[in-house]
């Protein structure tokens, strides 16, 4: 397109002469001798401005993607981020457990990728938002006080305008656990609460992060999670064509479920992925040591608070901003992560499935490079039809079930370089699935193959740059 441009416009011209006055003696009329004054001048107009960037959008959890977002930034900002709100697992727990409303974890953690490092401010905001208290309740509730009331170190470099913003919801937030917790009614609800014994101080330990924290006290002040991420993407100077998308857009809590094929029904989405069967142990998703499920897994869905079987399945609505965005974003990715438990919980929801199948973007799925509990044994074809499944809401209410190919919903695959997921080619091309790139990978001691994140993303780059092109080619041929 850059070549389109070039030659455009006038180029410059050196003006006439001035003529000559008449030897007549009457005086030369104002038509015929211009002024000076008004010469008429040619010039180059303004530069043409750079194309936009390419719009994508991102299903995604809080955790694998993470490691790309700062090289996804360098190729373009307008991004929306859609990730579930369903997480009953590490320090959002204690938060959802005690006062309710949806999982901000990994929304927090979005955010705090996504926020400014470009000033001695941004990255001092930026080390507050994501401080964690320590383990010990003694010194975290010390710790934590010591924030709310502002003498921390950690308010070090924080403007005036930041730090009594901020503190204001970390204080909303202090009061309504205070107030929940000396109430003797809710003392039931506080069992293993921080992983320790039933004792109240150690809810300052299950707060860990306070960015989380400040969200939820912001959620609790404006009745609105879409109001406290729009808050907080302002403190931490997000750019504004980049999202922060719950999925559903609520001030409820959300539970996830999920049906394996022998016909269990496992309530929590914590359960699903890192069961602690039933101790206070810490969590530990880096952990190649988690059993094994009893059966794979047929689909996942939303419970009631209270439910426990598939009589209590619930059907949320999607938020209307991912349906909107969804509808004209240049790229759909389905980033890599957790099958079940961080991609699925967003496309089991009515619409999605029938607005990415409408569509004639790219729509593209980043392979995990190392098997987990939820997809242990799955080939690449395997993941294909999970996904599929999911937006055709295949094993749910058959009124509102799709019957759509995989081809509608995916139409280029990733694949870290070394991948312990077996990519079998001729099932994919089945499924009409015949674009497959391999991209260069790193070993992580925790978590095994990872994709490397710039060549990830220049993959991505050079993908959405070819299939630009040839969306402008066949438009012109069009004509």
């Not at 397109?1 to 003006?15: C, D, Q, V």
């Not at 992560?337 to 999605?352: M, N, R």
């Not at 294909?384 to 999911?390: G, K, L, P």
């Not at 978590?447 to 630009?468: H, W």
Request: charged share 20%; hydrophobic share 40%.
């Amino acid at each position: 397109m850059a070549e389109a441009w070039l030659g455009l416009g006038p180029t410059f011209s050196n003006s006439l002469p001035l003529p000559l006055p008449s030897s007549s003696s009457s005086p030369p009329s104002m038509a015929s001798v211009p002024s000076p004054r008004h010469r008429r001048c040619y010039s180059n107009p303004d530069p043409p401005p750079p194309p936009p960037q390419p719009a994508l959008l991102v299903f995604s959890g809080g955790t694998a993607f993470n490691g790309v977002v700062e090289d996804l930034k360098t190729f373009t900002t307008r991004v929306a981020h859609v990730l579930p709100v369903s997480d009953d697992g590490g320090s959002t727990a204690e938060i959802v457990r005690v006062l309710g409303g949806p999982a901000v974890g990994d929304i927090r953690s979005r955010c705090l990728r996504l926020s400014d490092q470009s000033t001695a401010e941004a990255l001092a905001v930026r080390n507050l938002l994501g401080h964690r208290l320590p383990l010990d309740p003694l010194k975290a509730k010390s710790e934590w006080y010591s924030i709310v009331e502002g003498d921390h170190t950690l308010w070090k470099g924080v403007s005036k305008p930041y730090r009594e913003t901020i503190r204001s919801f970390l204080v909303i937030l202090t009061t309504s656990c205070t107030s929940f917790l000396s109430n003797p009614a809710h003392t039931h609800q506080l069992l293993n609460i921080s992983y320790m014994n039933m004792d109240v101080i150690k809810f300052y330990a299950g707060l860990k992060n306070h960015f989380v924290s400040a969200m939820a006290g912001a959620r609790i002040f404006f009745r609105s999670l879409d109001a406290a991420i729009f808050l907080f993407s302002r403190v931490s100077d997000i750019p504004p064509e980049s999202l922060v998308l719950p999925v559903i857009s609520t001030n409820d809590r959300l539970t996830l479920g999920c049906e394996l094929w022998d016909g269990t029904i496992i309530r929590g989405q914590n359960e699903i992925s890192h069961p602690t069967r039933g101790t206070t142990e810490l969590i530990n998703k880096d952990s190649f040591s988690t059993p094994a499920l009893p059966s794979k897994i047929k689909r996942v869905f939303y419970m009631s608070s209270e439910g426990k079987n598939l009589l209590h399945e619930v059907f949320p609505s999607p938020n209307a901003t991912v349906l909107e965005q969804l509808s004209n974003v240049d790229c759909i990715v389905y980033a890599m992560g957790s099958l079940f438990t961080s991609i699925c919980p967003s496309l089991v929801l009515l619409g999605i499935g029938e607005i990415i199948s409408s569509r004639s973007c790219l729509k593209v799925l980043m392979l995990n490079g190392t098997p987990d509990r939820e997809t242990n044994g799955f080939s690449a074809s395997c993941f294909v039809t999970a996904i599929t499944d999911a937006l055709n809401r295949t094993y749910g209410d058959p009124c509102n079930r799709l019957k759509n190919p995989p081809s509608q919903y995916i139409n280029t695959i990733l694949v870290p370089r070394n991948s312990s997921v077996p990519v079998d080619v001729d099932r994919l091309n089945a499924q009409g699935i015949f674009d497959v790139i391999v991209v260069d990978s790193l070993r992580d001691s925790k978590v095994g193959i990872i994709y490397d994140p710039k060549s990830l993303i220049r993959a991505l780059a050079d993908l959405i740059d070819r299939y630009m092109k040839s969306r402008v080619k066949e438009l012109i041929d069009a004509r």
